[in-house]
């Protein structure tokens, strides 16, 4: 039986490792140079290549090399898998994060090249999530090719089912992603280098036909290889070998119901890397959140005529997406990275922050705030009806302002607070942080609150305190509570010591101090 052995050529870029972005850019350009020079000389060479963020300066660095670089990909010899920004990590980004990979690196590929990449091309990512196949498979992709967190005696092609029941073809590779890297240069030396991999992947493999993808971290692609290749295939007929692509393999295969089905979470392994550097997985989610406010509220901009911010948007999202590369989010790379990491999310955090507040300013412009009092306009970004504390600072010139209360826009009293209260030398309110409680804010809309002078008219609040009057008795013990939980604590030291459940009358831990008992 001959097994048909597609060799993809390949070149893994890590976009920011063990040297900075810059150099590993030009590191990475000059491997394509190479692969040009081998395309143009040898006709069964073939060659894959991913990643928006380092063919898109390629090309522009390179304006001389487009037109023929354009068509070794129209003739299928350059294959463009991937079709996202960087080779995220796939567990530690959200959701979200991934389809703005999908949606950066797809614009470049479709645009620049005319591609619909259908290759998922995670080969070095450390895990899949099982909503890996949803994502991917709603984002375009047919199929994707990956090296870990496998059992070993796992198959090699398999369905990978998603919580969602999608079912996203897989190949695992056995051996890695280097399966003829730094070969033996002849004839005899390579057969025996080669031929114990290859009976492993086929003890692995479903069909007659094996992936062998060759190429490593950075490196270029090898001359010789084209004449080993043909001087193999006329020196026995167990293996052929084929200059192919991902998508000629998986079109080879016959995914029928031989084929396996797997829906296990296939998480990390790599616990060391998943736990370093935790500013950059800290940052990254933070930053997340700031970005899908930006655009959530440049979309209330745009519905009110407000020009978008597009592109100093795009912008600051490939600085985070940069980020989300598997090696650098993963924690896997050098001081250098790192701190070069960090400055790429404080530009994306300076820019989000003065977008959103100058965007919320001129939104604010367009909302009829007019009415006693100074009007608070608070923002809900979430897709559903929100209720949650809000803080904000009022100033006042009028002396006689003593004490306030927080109004909704139907004129009801909310729970409210001062806090960090500074006043004129006759007690009137100077400046004040003001806690408030904000209800039923709808969705992807606002709700104008209005701080007003005190009528004395009591908000609707159950929350009761031990010291009601504000006067401070010698007590070793004191208590907050609603009608829901009552808070136990401490005062010579501050510890909460009590912790009551009203509702199913339970304490979670037991009160050693004087404290009253519970009611």
Same mark, same amino acid.
């Given at each position: 039986m001959t097994h048909y052995v597609h060799i993809v050529p390949h070149t893994h870029f890590d976009a920011e490792v063990f040297i900075n972005r810059e150099a590993t850019l030009q590191i990475g350009f000059s491997n394509i140079q190479d692969a040009l020079r081998l395309l143009r000389s040898d006709p069964?060479?073939?060659?894959t290549l991913d990643q928006a963020c380092y063919l898109e300066p390629y090309l522009r660095q390179h304006p001389e090399e487009r037109r023929v670089f354009v068509e070794f990909v129209e003739s299928g010899r350059i294959e463009i898998a991937g079709g996202t920004y960087v080779m995220p990590d796939l567990n530690l980004p959200s959701g979200e994060s991934f389809i703005r990979q999908v949606l950066h690196g797809r614009e470049f590929f479709e645009k620049e090249l005319g591609v619909d990449v259908k290759a998922g091309w995670t080969i070095d990512s450390f895990g899949h999530h099982p909503q890996i196949p949803q994502l991917m498979l709603k984002s375009g992709f047919d199929y994707t090719v990956f090296q870990r967190v496998m059992r070993k005696n796992g198959?090699? *092609?398999f369905f990978y089912r998603g919580l969602d029941g999608a079912m996203l073809r897989c190949h695992w590779m056995p051996v890695g992603y280097v399966v003829l890297r730094d070969a033996p240069g002849n004839l005899y030396e390579f057969g025996r280098f080669l031929e114990p991999k290859l009976e492993y992947l086929a003890a692995h493999a479903r069909s007659t036909h094996l992936l062998a993808l060759t190429g490593s971290d950075l490196t270029p692609p090898e001359p010789g290889l084209s004449r080993l290749v043909r001087e193999y295939n006329e020196c026995q007929d167990r293996y052929r070998l084929i200059f192919s692509s991902s998508r000629e393999f998986f079109e080879a295969v016959e995914w029928n119901d031989a084929i396996p089905v797997v829906e296990e979470d296939l998480n990390p392994v790599f616990q060391g890397c998943y736990s370093a550097r935790i500013e950059v997985k800290q940052e990254n989610r933070e930053l997340e959140r700031l970005m899908t406010d930006w655009e959530k509220v440049d979309a209330m901009g745009r519905l009110l005529g407000i020009p978008e911010t597009r592109n100093r948007r795009d912008a600051a999202w490939k600085n985070v997406l940069f980020n989300q590369f598997h090696d650098i989010i993963a924690g896997s790379h050098v001081? *250098? !990275?790192f701190f070069a990491a960090k400055r790429r999310f404080d530009h994306a955090r300076s820019d989000a922050g003065d977008c959103i507040d100058a965007k919320l300013r001129a939104i604010c412009r367009r909302i009829d705030t007019r009415g006693e009092g100074v009007p608070i306009v608070v923002f809900n970004t979430l897709g559903w009806e929100r209720r949650d504390p809000v803080e904000c600072t009022v100033v006042f010139s009028e002396p006689d302002v003593y004490d306030l209360e927080v109004r909704n826009a139907r004129g009801e009293v909310v729970p409210s607070d001062l806090m960090d209260v500074e006043r004129f030398a006759c007690g009137g309110i100077r400046k004040t942080t003001v806690l408030f409680i904000a209800n039923d804010v709808p969705a992807f809309g606002h709700e104008v609150y209005? !701080? !007003?002078r005190s009528t004395g008219v009591s908000s609707d609040t159950s929350i009761e305190t031990s010291d009601?009057? %504000? !006067?401070? *008795?010698?007590? #070793?013990? %004191?208590?907050? #509570?609603?009608e829901f939980y009552r808070?136990?604590?401490?005062?010579?030291?501050g510890l909460m010591i009590g912790f009551y459940d009203r509702v199913n009358g339970w304490e979670s831990f037991p009160i050693r101090s004087r404290s009253a008992t519970p009611s």
């Open positions: 069964d060479f073939r060659f198959p090699s *092609e001081d *250098e !990275v209005r !701080v !007003v009601p009057l %504000g !006067v401070r *008795e010698d007590k #070793a013990s %004191g208590f907050i #509570a609603n808070l136990t604590f401490d005062l010579w030291n």
